[in-house]
């Protein structure tokens, strides 16, 4: 069975001091794994488990408040995303064959209304988390400039203006999400936890929890399990990024299925997802960068063609938004 490929960031630490060597070797190397897979799992990533693990507690929590409270922090516009914060319930996103076995809540840095009220410490935890995973997307934005060949390592980088200035409004968010354990009776055939779909920015971070089920789809239409790893951070790669790069980097198909075990499907699954993006008014104009031919091989396999013209960043994301929340 095909693995999804562990990238070990131990020697990754600060561009300016570490070997040029092992950072573009490694740009090369997520390269070449986002093509052909979309997906990797980074381990030695530094983020501090008691960081990680703050955040499924709030997780839990929060999905255990009353419906009555946690709807007063129902999202205020899923259509905007300035107001891409709060709580989403079942069955209001929706991709494919999904039987509303999720809930969601979002949170932006800088936007929204937040449970700090019944959960102390709700925010503090949250922006610290936030730190941490841009640090580590920073880190993946360089990797991506140097596996490119592109002049800038922070090409990328410095689309995230919002990082840096608080004028500046950005796609990125943090998203708690919450499955139920399954009640066999409710299920329908082929039903799925999270139906398929690809992301819809530049680079997503995943964090699970042990209960399994996510899988992404490779190049032969294979769907392969993302098993958990303890501590690792699953990170795949969105369609403006594929837009963005012609198709080097792919966004891969995911989806979330009910485990087989009883014991598993008895647990509930948690995941907290931070999706990255430029600031929403960028212009994301296709980089002019040379195929391998391997990609070149594997992109015309895949049938896919790529235009040429710029794109405003919020409205290629927001075709996708409209089209999870239309149903
Ligand atoms: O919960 C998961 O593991 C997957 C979530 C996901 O793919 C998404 O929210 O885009
Ligand atoms: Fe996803």
């Known amino acids: ?48 488990e ?7 507690e709030l997780n839990q929590k929060f999905f255990e408040l009353p419906n009555a409270t946690k709807i007063k922090f129902t999202k205020p516009n899923s259509m905007e995303m300035t107001s891409y914060y709060g709580y989403t319930k079942f069955g209001e996103e929706t991709f494919g064959k999904e039987f509303g076995n999720r809930e969601s809540f979002d949170w932006i840095e800088g936007h929204g209304v937040y449970p700090d009220e019944e959960l102390p410490n709700f925010s ?33 980088v410095k689309r995230n ?3 840096d ?30 139906g398929e779909h690809t992301d819809f920015i530049t680079v997503t971070l995943l964090f699970q929890d042990e209960a399994g089920g996510l899988e992404a789809r490779n190049l032969n239409g294979d769907w392969i399990p993302v098993t958990p790893i303890k501590g690792g951070i699953v990170v795949n790669t969105g369609d403006l990024l594929e837009y963005w790069t012609s198709g080097i980097f792919q966004a891969t198909p995911h989806r979330v299925v009910i485990p087989e ?67």
């Open 124 to 156: 503090v935890a949250i922006k610290l988390f936030h730190e941490h995973c841009k640090s580590v997307t920073k880190k993946l934005l360089r990797l991506f400039a140097l596996g490119l060949g592109l002049e800038d390592v922070d090409f990328f």
């Open 50 to 56: 008691d960081v990680v693990n703050s955040v499924f």
């Open 161 to 163: 203006k919002h990082w």
């Open 165 to 194: 200035d608080p004028d500046f409004t950005g796609m990125s968010n943090i998203r708690l999400a919450y499955y139920p354990k399954i009640q066999e009776a409710n299920i329908p055939a082929g039903a799925v936890r999270i």
């Open 261 to 327: 075990s009883e014991l598993l499907k008895a647990m509930p699954r948690y995941s907290v997802v931070f999706f990255d993006g430029p600031e929403i008014n960028a212009t994301v104009t296709p980089l002019k960068i040379s195929k391998t031919e391997e990609e070149e091989e594997r992109i015309a396999k895949l049938g896919k063609t790529y235009p040429s013209d710029p794109v405003n960043a919020r409205e290629h994301v927001f075709r996708k938004v409209k089209a999870a929340y239309a149903k």
């Open 1 to 48: 069975m095909e693995q999804i490929p562990i990238i070990d960031l131990n020697f990754i630490k600060d561009y300016s001091k570490d070997s040029e060597e092992q950072w573009v070797s490694l740009g090369y190397e997520i390269r070449n794994v986002m093509g052909r897979i979309g997906f990797i799992q980074l381990i030695n990533h530094g983020i501090p």
